[in-house]
C-alpha cells in the first residue's frame, strides 16, 4: 500500500492555522485516513489520539508514523469518532486541547475498487468502512421495500429521481439480486437523464454509503461531546464535503455558541443556555489547493474554540 494510495489531506494549512498546535498538548483526530492531519500536528508538536473505522487505514498509519519517527507520540484506534467520550475515558484522557474530524469517504475508498463504494468500478455492492458491520448496500438495494428505498434516496441522496430508481431496481432485482456497483450503476444510468453534476448514479450511491456507515447519526452528539473535553482555547475543527452534513455541523455550532436558545417569540430569556464556544468563520480551499486536489472542491472548514 503506498503512499500515493491515500489522498492529500484537504485543507491541511488551513486546518493546522485553526487548531493552532501547542508543544505536547493532546489532539484528537477522528477520522484518521492516511493519516496526513495527525502526522502534521505531530510535527508541529501535539501527541495525538486518533480513530478509524477502516482497519487498513490504522495499519498504514501506523507504518507511516513509524517511519516518519513519530514513535511514542500517538495512540490508535479501530473505533468510531462518534465514542469519543468513552474512547478517551478509556485512555484515562480528561481534557484535549483540539479535534479534527474530516467527514465522508477517503479518496483511498474511493479508488479501491474492490470496496464497492464507487460507481467508476464494478465490485460487490458492500461500501462498508468498518467490514465489521453486517449492512451492506448489496442489502439495502436487494431487501428494502421500495417507499423505504425512495425516502431514503430522498432523505440522503436528495435525489429527484428517487421513485423512477427505485421502480427501475424493483423491476431488476425481481429477475435477480443485484450484487455489484456496475449493475447498480447501469439501472440508474439506464432511467435517469445525462446530468452536468455529475454521473446520473452519484446521488444513490451517496445516500446508499451514508445509511450504510451510519454517517449522520449522532453526528452533532458527537461534536458536543468532544467541544465537553476541551480545554479553554481548544479547537474544534471539521471539514463537511456536502450540505447534509454541513446543515448539522453549521447549526450545531450556532448552537453551543449561543448564549440564549429561546424561542424568537419568547421577550426574555428564560432558558438559561450560555455559550460553550465562539464560532470561527468557514473557510473554503483556496486556488492553488482546488487546481491540484479535487477532493477539496466540496470542502468546507468549520471551526469553534472552547470558551
Known sequence: MNETFYHTPVMLGEVMSE?????NGIYFDGTLGGGGHSLEIMKAGGRVIAT???SCAIEYAEKRFEREGMSGRYTLVRGNFKNFTE????????VI????????????QLDDGSRGFSYRYDAPLDMRMDDRSSLTAEKIVNEWPADRL??????????SFAPRIVGAIERERKKSRIKTTGELASIISANVPYRKSGHPAKKTFQALRIEVNGELDGLGEAAEAIVKKLAAGGRLCIITFHSLEDRIIKNTFRLMSADCICDKSVPVCVCGHKAETRQLKA?????KELSENNRSHSATLRAVEKL
Open 19 to 23: 487548531l493552532n498546535v501547542k508543544e
Open 52 to 54: 478509524d473505522l477502516d
Open 87 to 94: 474512547i478517551t475515558d478509556e485512555l484515562g484522557i480528561s
Open 97 to 108: 486541547d483540539g479535534a479534527l474530524l474530516d467527514l465522508g469517504v477517503s479518496s483511498r
Open 150 to 159: 425512495i425516502r431514503l434516496l430522498y432523505r440522503y441522496g436528495e435525489e
Open 283 to 287: 473557510v473554503r480551499a483556496g486556488g
